[in-house]
């Protein structure tokens, strides 16, 4: 009996819920129907052409809204076209992203060389005049661009990494880079006229740093491929940019502190060890302080209990955290570096401002494993991850995003307003260009020797050690930062000799863009997979 009622009670069960079913799907496509147009309309909107004709409307109705506000709110002088400061910076950037999209879609060439071509092509034609506070006001866009490229930099260093290096990517950090830089400022200090041996080194630095910018999506691409990963070159030249980039910028550093520093031969001399000392104990301190200001995500979700009764999202407890890190670490970078320059020690600022984000990211690193290991039995109700880790880990990654995103929005103010100092009229006569040419092939020439001695041994074979010199030569990134703070502490602490060879300091860099930024591109490119094993 009781057998055929569950049986009974079973066989309705079933007959309602196809009904229920049945009935779903009726009023399902009902509603399909009726909204049937409404929704082939929307899909037929988010097709490619269409996403991409929104997308383009997206920015011409965003750059339309800035230039109106900008008309608006500030004088016509400003905005005048084509001699308005505010609107030459206006459509110098503008014109300098569009043609760094441009040149990437069409010849697949790095988005710096089409917005260094845009700000030549602007300064040179008239369309670019810069006075009064605006011309200020471009130095302080620089240092700000200046000051991302240096967290960036700290952020990426890992100090377990660094221990681990083996001594093929020490040598290959230093020799090349040191051997570079001694080899075009001896020959600048012989070859350009009126050019001091202290100028030289500080142009040789400005020239021996590898371009980030270049190297390492190309490195990427090849790594996606499965190139150089049996013998993983790949990871030896991504680490390697680093560390190459924070020497030159901290020599950069050291020698503009020599040049303009007042006062004796003995006090210029000791200039470099000063603000070596300033900069290391300023970056040390303010690390430090950021590793525990603010508190830790995880510190801050202890308690389940309390987020239930405020009510608090997780995600926007991580999301404060993120935003507090990345303004003190970009705001006190910043500060360093304009700040140094105020009190008279250049050199100190750059590097308190990649010691400073490296001590910080390997700091909240460190917090996260210490945390991971003494709480590793936090259920998963406790919070709705595995455990404290993973937030402080997705914080901490969080800080280098803002940074790249920082990043591309500035990347049209390093190398669209460096190509404005490029001025046809130095190069009328040709002869700067030659001796430019001559200076940085000898640097070259030295790094590539110096480059094949450093790896020669290390268990590459000649195409490997083919592939790293080629791969050791765009320059871009740190060329773009460097050169025009040079001429614009010359033009405020200098004389006029000091603005001269800062000119030719910047002439010569931008030379040094325009040719290996795209041997470079192309060279790892085109030669990656001809030269190294593919594993996959």
Known sequence: MGDRNSSKF????????????????????????????????????????????????????AIAIAWTLLYVNVSPELMAIPRGSLASIFVLYVTGTVAGQLITKVGGLPPLLGMMLAGIALQNSGLYNVTGWCFHLVSTMREAALTVILVKGGLELNASQLRRLSGVVARLTVLPCVAEAVAAGVAAYFILPNFSLVWGLTLGFTLSAVSPAVLVPSMFRLKRLGYGEEKGINTLLIAASSLDDAVSISAFGILLGVLFSKGSLTSKIIQGPIDVAIGTVLGLIWGCVLIFVPPSPWAMIYNKQEIKVQNINKSEIENSVTVKRSFLLGAGGFLAVTGSQWCGYPGAGPLACIISAFVAGTGWRKRSAEHKLNNSVISTDEMDREDGEEIEEDGELAVVQVFEHAWTCLQPVLFAFIGTDLKFELLKNGNMVFLGLIVLAFGLVIRLMVTTCSVAGSGFNRKEILFINIAWLPKATVQAALAPVALDIARNLGTAEDVECATRLVTIAVISILLTAPVGAFGIQLFGPKLLHRTR
């Open 10 to 61: 079973g066989s309705e069960l079933h007959h309602n819920q196809d009904d229920a079913r049945v009935q779903f799907t009726d009023n399902r496509s009902a509603t399909d129907l009726s909204g049937g147009d409404t929704m082939a309309s929307a899909s037929c909107c988010d097709n490619r052409l269409p996403a991409t004709a929104a997308n383009v409307m997206a920015a011409i109705l």
